[in-house]
C-alpha cells in the first residue's frame, strides 16, 4: 500500500507502508529516514470477526492463524498440515502480498483456497495466532490481523529479536502478553500451542494481558490518529530528511 500527494515532484512526495520490529510505518520512497510510526492497519472488530461461515475445521481441531513472510509451496504446506494435524490444530493462511493467491485453510489434511468472506469467517474461529518469523518481516496484513486477534483475546505466539532492544515481540513476551517461541520450527510450535489450549490459566493471562497491550499500543483509534497526524505534517509542517517526524 501507498500514499502519493500532490504536487509538482510527485517521486518526493510518495510514502509507502512498511514493516518494522515496532509495526507498520509509513515510510517516504525517496527519504527512507522519513517514516510515520502508525502501529497496525486500523482493522476493526468487525471487519475480522464476520458471522462464521464457509469451511470449518474438523471437530475437536483449534483454528490457528499462522502469520508467514511468503506463502509456502506445495511441499512445506503438506510438512505444516500434517504437523498441525498430528497436535489437533488446523491453520488458517492470509492472502500473500507477494504472489496472488487468497485465504487457505490447512485442515484434516487438505488444503481449501477460501473467498475473501470465507477468509474472514475462518478468521472469527481463530483459537490462537502465531508467526515463526520476526514481526518485522511480516506482510503488513499479517501483522495488522495478528494485532487485531490480539484485541479480542486471542492469544500469540511470536519469536522475540535479541539484537533488537525495540522489538515489540519482545516486549509483549516480557509482559507475558505473548507466548515465546524460542525455538522458530513449526513442529515445536504446534506442540507447545496445543498445551497451551490445555492450559486454561495460562492462555487465560496471555488472552487478557495482550488485549491490555493492544489497547494501550495497537488499538485501531490510535492508528488513525497517527495517520491523521502524518497527513498533517506533511501538508503543513512537511519535515526534512534527518528531522523527526
Keep these: 500500500g501507498g500514499l502519493a500527494l500532490a504536487g509538482p ?7 509507502c507502508l512498511r514493516m518494522t520490529g515496532q509495526g507498520v510505518v509509513l ?11 502508525l502501529g497496525a492497519l486500523p482493522l476493526t472488530p468487525a471487519s475480522v470477526a464476520a458471522p462464521p461461515a464457509g469451511p470449518a ?3 475437536g481441531m483449534a483454528l490457528l492463524f499462522l502469520a508467514l513472510p511468503r506463502r509456502p509451496d ?4 503438506i510438512r505444516l498440515g500434517a504437523q ?5 490444530l488446523a491453520v488458517l493462511l492470509a492472502p500473500p502480498d507477494d504472489a496472488p493467491g487468497g485465504w487457505q485453510m490447512l485442515a484434516g489434511g487438505r488444503l481449501t483456497d477460501l473467498s475473501p468472506a470465507e477468509g474472514l469467517a475462518a478468521l472469527a474461529r481463530v483459537r490462537l495466532g502465531a ?3 520476526p514481526l518485522g518481516r511480516l506482510p503488513a496484513l499479517d501483522f495488522s490481523l495478528l494485532n487485531a486477534l490480539q484485541g479480542q483475546g486471542v492469544p500469540l505466539a511470536v519469536p522475540r529479536q535479541e539484537d533488537d532492544p525495540t522489538d515489540m515481540a519482545g516486549q509483549w513476551v516480557e509482559a507475558r502478553a505473548a507466548y515465546d517461541i524460542r ?4 513442529d515445536w510450535l504446534f506442540d507447545k500451542l496445543a498445551k497451551l ?4 490459566q495460562s492462555h487465560d493471562v496471555l488472552a487478557e494481558r495482550g488485549r491490555r497491550v493492544h489497547q494501550i499500543n495497537l488499538h485501531p483509534e490510535l492508528a488513525q490518529e497517527r495517520m491523521a497526524h502524518a497527513l498533517y505534517r506533511l501538508l503543513f509542517e512537511r519535515p526534512e530528511p534527518g528531522e523527526p517526524a
Design 27 to 37: 515510510q517516504a520512497q525517496a527519504w527512507p529516514d522519513l517514516r510515520f510510526h
Design 9 to 15: 515532484a510527485v517521486a518526493e512526495r510518495l510514502f
Design 74 to 77: 506445495d511441499a512445506e504446506r
Design 57 to 59: 475445521p474438523e471437530a
Design 183 to 186: 525455538v522458530p520450527r513449526a
Design 131 to 133: 508467526s515463526l518469523s
Design 84 to 88: 498441525a494435524q498430528a497436535r489437533g
Design 197 to 200: 489450549l490445555a492450559d486454561r
